[in-house]
């Protein structure tokens, strides 16, 4: 392809390489056209296979959220009550001086008091440079407390990791050779659409798509079937599609012998779960489960690769860790790992030897052991006093890369933790977001078109490089050239502080990945196995797939796989009578995109999905504003009667932010700060709610509402 590469902006017209930043498995190869160092457009790069020159609908309208009206262009300084989003501008000298004012005196109080001190940040962008690069030195050099990553995957990651050995898979690209394809847990035309484009490919090719989601999903219309389970319940599934594959021998012997350890238990354990007592908890009919079993085994016996992909969807419930280990167990069963089209994919990002240490350069911590904060109960922890068990409570909080007031479970305490006076927060934003809201000081950081950054991925192998495709807009900086300058202002010398965004770059991947290569054409594929595992070879202690966890055993804990039900089952007759699940809404990126208008648009309002027969009971049409309630909150937005809705389980779409909500709420006013199995991650789809007409809204059904019609 022939794309001139500029740097700076010219006069012509020139097209630069970079990657899409956000939080998707696609991770796409991304060409921006620059006028007169204005970015005119975005698209998807033609030579990057994956990207196949397509972006999402989102990301397709990237310079309208970097050009935004509202985009943040100077530092601002609170003079309003916390919350109230009333700031004035200052300058980038009187922000960062007050800032390293006042967490030098928090600091020099002693040897631990930096632990006072609490960075928040996930993934608003997944480069390894603009993430965690001069912002963990700056807070390693400093002693704050680490934060705990596991408000998305670490579930899944920790399930997988028992399992496999690792967060790896099959290559995404060779599921359009498989037979037979579960998508578990994944709405993937949604939040996976690169992916999709190879299940199609499978589909054309007479490949059998079977999606297993309680929601129906755009991706389950597309399926031959849907299997609609209650959410939290998979791991029953999982155990029956075992039972299934035991009683009618369609086993894999010789690979069970060879490269597994503990099946003769494993056997066990699953014989227990026949389809009618999985069915039960699933709230499924056998048959689903006996005619999912005939798919899957049919291939063992035809020997005709069988593919699953799964997606973290399934993993935020309590027994998320449990479900994920149960599923990337099942392809050993019946040897489909054997065929490069065959096997499972969660994510794939355990394959890139990124070199965190030279990234985040831990060993500035020196002999401090600081304690580690999880950043999914934050709700809790900003509300913790000082205390022999937890320490110095949190006086300042510095949020990069998140918007934790709207994507945080149980915001109601999150909220007051945020609104607290003696709390110092900094926010480094692109938007006034609702966490912006309750910051002491706002930073404008760049976006992707403003800066370097070198990528990874968890849905393909090709690393990718970002170069800036124009300068930084208004008084905009780069997270990793504020976190320098925080770094010369509160005195810290070290060499490490120098390093450029170029040299980041190259240190993210040391000689494990070409970085000419990366330069050349903006990507770089991972030399792995096409097969990875057709013989073993499985990157865990015994180098088998482990279906027993001696590590587990070790810690106390069940060394097997099992059903672990939900913190909050569904029960039709408890108090809170319905499970409400808050997947992705197409059009958003978590909460990011919900202030662009032409996205926003689409979306059109925060709504809550719910099947007929629950609308019926309530006696509530679609249109009507209701509330959303249980203990730990009340969340106000419309009802929309609709088949995507199984009996049983509303479904929330998206995370809006709370400000453009009815009353400044959002799904997450109901979430609960429950945790996980394994990886002490949050249990978002593990919520009951009661729902219920809002009378005190007066406003009756919007007649002009059109329920939806199912697609097949
Ligand atoms: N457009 C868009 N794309 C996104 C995102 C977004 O917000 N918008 N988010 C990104 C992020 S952060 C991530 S982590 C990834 C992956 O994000 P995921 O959250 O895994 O996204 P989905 O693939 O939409 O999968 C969620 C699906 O799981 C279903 N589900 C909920 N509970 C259960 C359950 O108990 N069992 C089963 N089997 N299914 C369940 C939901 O109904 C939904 O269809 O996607 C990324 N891609
Ligand atoms: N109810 C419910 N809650 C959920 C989920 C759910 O499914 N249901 N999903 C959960 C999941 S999977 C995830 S991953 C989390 C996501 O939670 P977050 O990682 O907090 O994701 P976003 O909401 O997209 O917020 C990212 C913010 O980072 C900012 N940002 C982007 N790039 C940059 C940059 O270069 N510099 C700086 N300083 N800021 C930048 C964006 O403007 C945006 O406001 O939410 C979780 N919350
Ligand atoms: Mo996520």
Redesign the pocket.
């Known amino acids: 392809m022939n794309t001139s590469l500029t740097l700076t902006p010219s006069s012509s017209t020139s097209q630069v390489l970079g990657a899409c930043?956000?939080?998707c498995p696609d991770t796409c190869s991304m060409l921006t056209t620059v006028t007169n160092g204005i970015a005119i457009k975005v698209q998807g790069n033609p030579a990057h296979p994956h990207t196949d020159g397509a972006l999402c609908t989102k990301v397709s309208r990237y310079t309208e959220?970097t050009y935004h009206p509202e985009r943040i262009l100077h530092p601002l300084k609170r003079v309003g009550p916390k919350g109230a989003g009333q700031f004035e501008r200052v300058s980038w000298d009187t922000a960062l001086a007050d800032i390293a004012t006042r967490l030098q005196a928090i600091a020099s109080r002693g040897p631990h008091a930096a632990q006072a001190i609490l960075p928040y940040?996930?993934?608003?962008?997944m480069?390894l440079v603009?993430?965690e690069s001069i912002a963990a030195r700056f807070f390693h050099r400093l002693g704050a407390s680490l934060l705990d990553r596991t408000?998305?995957?670490s579930a899944g990651a920790e399930g997988l990791t028992q399992t496999l050995g690792g967060k790896v898979g099959m290559r995404v690209e060779f599921f359009a050779e498989s037979k037979l394809i579960l998508i578990w847990g994944s709405n993937s035309i949604a939040s996976n659409l690169h992916f999709w484009r190879y299940a199609n490919q499978a589909k054309r090719d007479g490949a059998k798509l079977i999606c297993i989601d309680p929601r129906k999903s755009e991706t389950a219309d597309k399926c031959h079937e849907h299997i609609a389970l209650l959410p939290g319940t998979d791991s029953a599934l999982a155990l029956a599609l075992m039972h299934e594959l035991i009683t009618h021998d369609w086993l894999d012997h010789d690979y069970l012998a060879q490269y597994t350890l503990g099946w003769p238990q494993m056997r066990e354990r699953a014989l227990q779960w026949s389809p009618e007592r999985a069915a039960a908890v699933c709230g499924i009919a056998p048959e689903h489960i006996r005619s999912l079993a005939r798919d899957y085994g049919a291939c063992a016996a035809s020997r005709e690769p069988a593919a699953i992909r799964m997606n973290?969807?399934l993993q935020?419930v309590h027994g998320g860790g449990n479900a994920v280990r149960l599923i990337a167990s099942l392809p050993a069963l019946i040897g489909a790992w054997r065929h490069r089209a065959g096997g499972m994919l969660l994510s794939s990002s355990g394959q890139f030897p990124v070199d965190r240490a030279a990234l985040q350069r831990p060993d500035l911590l020196g002999e401090r052991t600081p304690r580690t904060i999880n950043m999914s109960t934050i709700g809790d922890d900003l509300l913790r006093p000082s205390s022999p068990a937890f320490g110095p409570a949190i006086e300042a909080l510095i949020?990069?890369?998140?918007?934790?007031v709207?994507?945080?479970?149980d915001s109601g305490k999150v909220v007051q933790g945020f609104a607290r006076e003696d709390l110092f927060t900094v926010?480094?934003?692109?938007?006034q977001?609702d966490?912006?809201d309750y910051a002491d000081y706002i930073?404008p950081?760049?976006?992707?078109l403003e800066?370097w950054?070198v990528h990874s991925s968890y849905g393909h192998t090709d690393a990718l490089l970002n170069r800036p495709a124009i300068e930084p807009v208004g008084e905009a900086k780069?997270?990793t050239q504020?976190f320098r300058e925080l770094a010369a202002r509160v005195g810290f010398t070290d060499a490490c502080f120098a390093d450029s965004d170029q040299d980041l770059c190259r240190a993210a991947y040391g000689d494990a990945v070409s970085f000419d290569a990366l330069m050349d054409q903006g990507f770089a594929s991972l030399a792995v196995p096409e097969a990875p595992f057709d013989q073993g070879n499985f990157p865990t202690v015994s180098g088998k797939c482990e279906f027993f966890s001696a590590r587990l055993a070790a810690q106390g804990m069940d060394g097997l796989p099992d059903h672990v039900p939900n913190h909050e089952p569904f029960n039709s007759s408890a108090l809170y009578p319905l499970a409400m699940?808050?997947?992705?809404a197409r059009n958003?990126?978590?909460?990011?995109?919900?202030n662009v208008k032409s996205l926003r648009d689409i979306e059109g309002e925060p709504l809550l999905e719910m099947h007929a027969s629950d609308a019926a009971q309530r006696g509530l049409r679609g249109g009507e504003v209701v509330r959303v309630f249980n203990d730990r909150g009340v969340y106000r937005c419309k009802v929309k009667v609709s088949a995507r809705a199984r009996p049983g389980v509303v479904n929330?779409l998206?995370?809006w932010w709370r400000k453009l909500g009815l009353d400044g709420t959002?799904?997450?006013q109901v979430?609960s700060q429950k945790l996980t199995d394994l990886g002490r991650a949050?249990t978002?789809?593990d919520?009951l709610v009661q729902v219920e007409t809002d009378k005190a809204s007066g406003a009756g059904p919007d007649q002009q509402f059109v329920p939806e019609i199912n697609a097949s």
């Open positions: 930043p956000h939080d959220r940040s996930y993934a608003g962008t480069g603009q993430s408000i998305c995957a973290y969807g935020r949020v990069y890369n998140s918007n934790p709207a994507v945080a479970p926010v480094l934003e692109h938007f977001t966490t912006a930073l950081a760049t976006t992707q800066h950054d780069p997270n504020i699940i808050s997947p992705p958003f990126l978590n909460s990011s995109f919900v929330g998206g995370i959002n799904v997450n979430t949050p978002f789809y919520c």
